[in-house]
């Protein structure tokens, strides 16, 4: 009996040696995070008696694999675009046409929209790749105010990406819960404009006054060339559209299939089409290669020394891809390991309303596993056949799930790594801004559903 119980309870127990494990070789011996991710990951295999002990290292492997294969092409191409924008003055120009409209002290604003906007169609990665060199070549102008900047960007996207159809996890889980998808992308605007606005703009001012984010080496680009960018005349700068073409066409193309693909029937032929063109790593090779191009008529007409460069970037984005993949294959290896089922069963018996309790359930999968997408597809199956129990919009219920999944990204979250990587952030910086703001957006989501579920049922 005891061994029963032991075995019922290992995911508990795998889960907890995972967390001690990353803090110790991260945080205490301060390890490379693709090292210390790694053995974290072999830790968690050897305890948890549902992973086979022949299988730890090629479950390792697998999921590694399988995360690279999701965000390797992207965060690689994200890399050059990165560097080519930044050094060809393409992210500077931006900036200053932003700035022209909201003026310099209040540039935040244009890009909280940007990324409010842009995340409906994109997945959120997607954005901040396209998106963080603004928030440095803004960081590079001003002098300050980076970890607003940064906020601003992951809280406007982060939120969209889980509360607003056609973003692939809100629309899943409409699916799932037969919500209709009309209706619950208005309840999503309704939800995540205001937590976006608290948790972004709020926020990010409150926590720019409490640390200063410093510009650091990072995407292959020096904070000495950034602030050299800054200073130049507009006549040594690209045009306003040739600068925005890489976001713009990456955001067309990924937006055109994110539509296709979710208003239109597969049978038709254009859907195939953008399903290639629009594809994140088609598109975002595209960008990269336009990108590059006004970076080679911009910096040089030597094409050995260009190629010099893109491989620099290269270099820095297998790096940060690496990561991420390992990040991935932490969650993995505790998903793995049974600890999202553990806990979503034990929730289950709490006896909470529906709303509640789906967003208790999916905080604790997120936590626990790490991917938002999954917590919300893991709860959405869960909950779905309890829908007769809602007094309210099944909307409201996609509101709760997402709020619920967005919570706490820390270490065992590929996001995680692309904010702290690509961003230039220490892991601790990454905890202060990006965690909390996932945090609250989970905690302001919440209120948000039940303030306006009570005051707008629409059941």
């Known amino acids: 009996m005891c061994q029963g119980m032991a075995f019922e309870h290992a995911p508990l127990v795998a889960f907890g040696i995972g967390l001690m494990m990353t803090v110790l070789l991260l945080v205490k011996l301060k390890l490379p995070a693709f090292i210390g991710l790694i053995i974290s990951t072999f830790a968690v295999g050897t305890v948890a008696p549902q992973v086979p002990l022949g299988d730890i290292a090629s479950e390792t492997a697998t999921a590694f694999g399988d995360t690279f294969a999701g965000v390797g ?37 244009a890009l909280f929209g940007s990324g409010f906007v842009l995340a409906i169609p994109v997945f959120f990665g997607n954005v901040f790749y396209l998106l963080a060199p603004l928030a440095r070549s803004m960081r590079a102008r001003v ?60 926020y990010g001012k409150f926590i720019a006054k409490r640390i200063d984010i410093p510009l650091r080496d990072t995407m292959g680009t020096t904070t000495e060339e950034l602030k050299d960018i800054s200073q130049q005349p507009a006549s040594n700068l690209p045009g306003v559209l040739e600068a925005s073409l890489p976001i713009l066409l990456a955001i067309v193309l990924v937006g055109a299939q994110t539509i296709t693909n979710t208003f ?36 040089t007409d030597d094409l050995e020394t260009w190629a010099d460069e893109l491989t620099e970037a290269l270099k820095e984005g297998g790096n940060i ?28 018996e709490l006896g909470l309303g529906l709303i509640i309790t789906a967003w208790i359930i999916a905080a604790a999968v997120r936590i626990a596993q790490g991917s938002a997408t999954v917590a919300m597809l893991t709860t959405a199956g869960i909950v779905a056949p309890l829908i007769g129990q809602l007094t309210v919009h099944p909307a409201y219920l996609v509101m709760a799930i ?24 220490t892991q601790a910086e990454a905890l202060k801004t990006w965690t909390v703001v996932t945090t609250l957006i989970a905690v302001f989501g919440l209120v948000f559903t039940l303030t306006i579920s009570t005051v707008m049922p629409l059941a």
Request: glycine share 14%; with cysteine.
């Open 73 to 109: 092409i992207p965060i690689l191409m994200a890399a050059v675009i990165g560097k080519t924008m930044l050094e060809s003055g393409a992210a500077e120009r931006i900036i200053r046409s932003f700035t022209a409209i909201t003026g310099e002290d209040n540039g935040e604003y």
């Open 143 to 202: 002098g300050h105010s980076y970890s607003l900047f940064i906020v601003v960007i992951c809280a406007a996207a982060a939120t969209t990406h889980v509360f607003v159809p056609p973003t692939p996890g809100p629309l899943a889980v409409a699916s799932e819960v037969e919500a209709n998808l009309g209706t619950t992308m208005l309840v999503g605007m309704l939800v995540g404009f205001p937590t976006a606005v608290l948790s972004g703009l709020v």
């Open 264 to 299: 239109f029937s597969s049978g038709d032929w254009f859907v195939a089409l953008f399903a290639f063109v629009g594809n994140p790593n088609f598109a975002l090779t595209v960008a990269a290669l336009v990108s590059a191009i006004t970076f080679y008529r911009m910096n």
């Open 321 to 348: 891809a690496a990561i991420v993949g390992a990040g991935g294959a932490f969650g993995g290896m505790l998903a793995a390991a049974g600890v999202g089922g553990y806990i979503s069963s034990a929730l289950q």
């Open 402 to 425: 997402g709020a619920g999944g967005n919570i706490l990204s820390w270490y065992n979250d590929g996001g995680f790594w692309i904010i702290t990587e690509i961003g230039g952030l």
